[in-house]
């Protein structure tokens, strides 16, 4: 039955990238849209908040994907951006051991920074050509394969990849990247410690758990890293800009409350009103979707493929303006720590200062800071007063900066402007079930046929974002948007 005229073709909930780039391809094709997003701007995880002359990225601040054919690159031609990125090189300062180890974009330069960790630089050598071409081929497979395959014909694309590329595949996904890692770099427990909290902030997870493909994937990340001028949401705003222009709606503030079936297609109730639709795509987490549906009877299945995925991370975030009195090499940290609080679940602290010259985000002579760490929901969900709460997040906060103060030219008049977020935070700001955030972290040893792809049960609707393949990170849902705006658009 086709739906009537009064009929959206497509309702998106969410305008995190991931909504905001499915709605623009859309809209784009000439198909009736109406983006919803709960919140009073877009960009979700990689959105901003604004106080007192500052534009503080809340969560994500990096970029990558900009390279030939990869997904922001696309996105960017496609909509012909007017935001500024720029490479930054090196993508990363690591602080550890007393010591600065840059990590620099061209290979030859990092392994000599990482030459003193490590036994034998020739072997150390192979290993980043390894990640480096690793990367690509596996780039290469995400861009150019079906990421959730439809049917038995995608499966078919899979084997015209050819057997070497199959077997890396499956073995990617099999093995996990520590058992890529030589026997001798691994002797090095700072090479190990440096490895895995770059892994754990680029793939979510510690090299013994990450699946090779992910884990080379993560590494290679910040071979290839830009700094979003004006702020990390600058495209995902442009994106709903594009959206009006070609005549779709977006509309903020206006949180999807409830979804139900209707004659020829489903019924949004939201908090503004209600509105019918052919499909909806849901560009929220896979938890949020299934209470969404609530009475409806995909519901359940969606419910058991949600809680099958296990626990994810959340993070804590300290945003701050502040004045170095020193000027301070780079625009990306990452801080070893020890003796964190127990509810720092990570051994360090990633550190995005803004531009020097980035008016958009902090007033002359100032920066805005993003601080992030991974965190767990438990610990922040149990009952607590309102005041226990602040004394946690007091506490958190003079942890964050008594680290900095280590490592960075700041005293006590440098900070002008300080909050901690918490998992709550993410809740309340994102809604994101359990403040979940990062997607879904993967495990070595196991295809990734269980995870969500952007099929859900129900017709007509569909699944993207960070809890659907291929995963988290902005350039990781966009192009699982792309990927679903294709088959869409046919
Ligand atoms: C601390 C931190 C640091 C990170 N660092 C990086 C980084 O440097 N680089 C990188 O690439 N990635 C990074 N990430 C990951 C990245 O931010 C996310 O994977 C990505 O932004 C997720 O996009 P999304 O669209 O899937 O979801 P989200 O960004 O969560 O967007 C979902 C949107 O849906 C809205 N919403 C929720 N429920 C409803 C509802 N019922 N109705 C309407 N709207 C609703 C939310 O308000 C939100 O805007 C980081 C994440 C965190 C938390």
Known sequence: MSAPSHFEDVVVIGAGYAGATAAAYLTKAGRRVTLLEGHATPGGCAGFFKRNGFSFDVGATTLNGLGEGLPLARLSEDFQFESKFEKVDPAVHIHMDGQVVKRFTDIDSWSSELAPLVEDRSELLSFLHTVERKSEEFWQIATGYPLSPYGISDYFKYVGMGPSRLFSLLGGFLSSIESRIPERLKRSPQFMRLVNEL?????????????????????????????????????????????????????????????????????????????????????????????????????????????????????????????????????????????????????????????????????????????????????????????????????????????????FPIDEESVVEFRIGTPRTFNRFTRRYNGWVGGIPWKAGSLPLGRPGYRLPGKELYLIGDTALPGQGVSGVVLGAQSLADRLLG
């Open 199 to 407: 892994l754990l902030i680029s793939a979510q997870g510690y090299a013994d758990k990450c699946p090779a493909v992910v884990g080379f994937l993560g590494l290679g990340y910040m071979s290839d890293m830009y700094y979003p001028w004006g702020g990390i949401s600058s495209m995902a705003d442009e994106l709903c800009h594009k959206i009006k222009s070609y005549g779709g709606s977006v509309s903020f503030n206006d949180p999807a409350r409830s979804v139900k079936s209707v004659p020829g297609g489903y019924e949004v109730q939201s908090r503004k009103g209600s509105l019918q639709t052919r499909a909806i795509v849901f560009a929220v987490p896979i938890w949020n979707v299934a209470e969404l549906l609530g009475e409806m009877p995909v519901a359940t299945k969606v419910d058991d493929k949600a809680s099958k995925q296990g626990e994810c991370w959340s993070a804590i975030t300290a945003t701050m303006g502040l004045r170095f009195i020193r000027p301070v090499e780079g625009l990306y940290h990452q801080v070893h720590i020890q003796n964190a609080p127990p509810e720092v679940h990570s051994g360090s602290l990633f550190v995005s200062v803004s531009h020097p010259d980035d008016r958009e985000r902090a007033p002359e002579g100032f920066r805005s800071v993003t601080v992030s760490t991974h965190a767990q929901w438990v610990d922040f969900s149990h009952e607590r007063t309102t005041e226990e709460y602040q004394q946690q997040k007091q506490r958190l906060g003079q942890y964050i900066l008594d680290q900095l103060k280590g490592h």
